[in-house]
């Protein structure tokens, strides 16, 4: 490995994993506050908020972010500017889209789950949404010029605004409300965007005019994403959409809290997912599928050895976590979250998939598996929802995703020639080259 790549890993490596950690800080502590501040209910209209806001996000990065990495990296200077010209147009006219489906679903899901504060809440985003333009085109610049330094801090000032508000009202008499939460939420987009924007002021190189074919070719790449990636979310978030629906917001927060447990082993997935897609993305330009096949097994190997150790640990104790985390209260969430600790294994091999298969153009894949998963899901958790309750949403999930593994190995295997338990071998050795990084680094 070249003293270049190594630097692109450990640079890249330490800001992206910092972002994650700081995200798991604001978000979890925030959290742990919440559990304490709101009532089940109360909570649980929180959560799922956040899970359409999500949505919206989610459809953003999947059309816009896919695209521009997979071809600014390897444009020259002209084609750049056409590229970034049409990237930003794209962006802003499905956040218009966006303005209308939030006014929409405002009524209509505050009625289907019974949260009538759930409508001025969604109402509200959509001032976030519109300021995300900019902080969301800014983080995807970068990410596509290998530089992970501004998504730190952008998003760092971003969710440290909505974590100081939460701890106000935690740590004195100031009563805490959904509606103020969501205005907080909208002002930490407003300062993420500004420290965004000026990270990236360097990379900002537009044309003067819209290229409509570049316009075609980044939607016509970005629809896959877009529909597999909508599609991920929602089969990842069917269970909370289809408990609000047939149990209560109550049931929300219980299978939620055992979510945002499993969100912590994410971490290393998600950071790894960030740095891959560009890389995996040169490296299929450069040495094809060979290059394609060792990234993915090496990176799935990686994050197999940083999530192992948490999931035994979260199985062998789960009455203490629940408790520490968000009180006794909570313990009914012990059963569920013995299930839902094992979709983090799942996700470390679907993650990866999805990126190996956007890096080689085949985005259709990830498109047709993402569809696979959500009919599975629908079906499953509404019959065991009805069945046995809140732990039917977690086992109906597990069920899908040892579905869409099988699926995403047979064909991986055939493009590529991955095997999983290739990825498997490189957990060990994992261990001694963090050993050697750390040791080189506290005694050179």
Not at 192 to 219: C, E, P, T
Not at 316 to 328: K, N, Q, S, V, Y
Request: proline letters at 2%.
């Amino acid at each position: 490995m070249s003293e270049q790549t190594k630097s692109y890993w450990l640079t890249s490596g330490f800001y992206t994993i910092s972002e994650r950690v700081s995200s798991l800080i604001f978000g979890f502590g925030g959290v742990y506050m919440l559990l304490r501040l709101l009532s089940k209910a109360d909570f649980g209209v929180w959560a799922l908020f956040l899970t359409v806001t999500a949505f919206i996000e989610v459809s953003r990065n999947a059309l816009v972010q896919a695209a521009l990495i997979k071809y600014i990296t390897s444009a020259v200077e002209e084609e750049y500017r056409k590229i970034l010209a049409a990237s930003f147009f794209i962006n802003g006219m499905l956040t218009f889209l966006n303005v209308f489906l939030l006014f929409v679903l405002g009524l209509f899901l505050s009625n289907l789950w019974d949260a009538p504060s759930l409508q001025p809440m969604l109402w509200l985003y959509i001032c976030t949404n519109i300021l995300l333009v900019p902080f969301s085109q800014c983080t995807f610049l970068q990410q596509a010029n290998f530089d992970f330094q501004g998504i730190f801090w952008s998003n760092v000032v971003r969710q440290a605004s909505l974590f100081a508000y939460i701890a106000y009202a935690f740590f004195t008499s100031y009563q805490l409300d959904l509606y103020g939460l969501v205005l907080v939420h909208l002002i930490g987009a407003a300062f993420g965007s500004v420290v965004a924007v000026f990270f990236s002021k360097n990379y900002w190189r537009l044309s003067l005019y819209i290229d409509w074919q570049w316009v075609s070719r980044l939607f016509h790449f970005g629809k896959y994403a877009f529909g597999s990636n909508l599609s991920v979310m929602l089969y990842k978030n069917i269970d909370r959409i289809m408990l609000g629906t047939l149990l209560s917001t109550a049931s929300v927060a219980i299978y939620d809290l055992a979510i945002r447990i499993n969100n912590l082993m994410e971490i290393p997935i998600a950071a790894a997912a960030a740095i891959v897609f560009p890389k995996s993305a040169k490296e299929n330009a450069t040495k094809g599928n060979a290059g394609v096949k060792l990234l993915y097994e090496q990176s799935v190997g990686g994050i197999l050895a940083l999530i192992v150790p948490a999931v035994i640990m979260v199985q062998l104790f789960p009455e203490t976590i629940i408790t520490i985390l968000a009180g006794e209260e909570y313990l009914d969430t012990v059963e569920v979250l013995r299930f839902t600790v094992l979709i983090p294994l799942y996700i470390a091999f679907a993650r990866q998939s999805g990126i190996t298969f956007d890096s080689i153009g085949k985005p259709a894949v990830n498109l047709a598996l993402a569809l696979v998963g959500i009919v599975c899901n629908i079906i499953l958790n509404y019959v065991l929802v009805k069945l046995i309750g809140v732990i039917g949403a977690a086992i109906g999930t597990l069920i899908t995703l040892t579905v869409v593994f099988t699926l995403y190995q047979y064909l991986l295997y055939i493009n590529i020639g991955a095997k999983p338990q290739n990825a498997l071998k490189y957990i060990v050795p994992f261990y001694g080259k963090a050993y050697e990084v750390v040791k080189g680094r506290l005694f050179k």
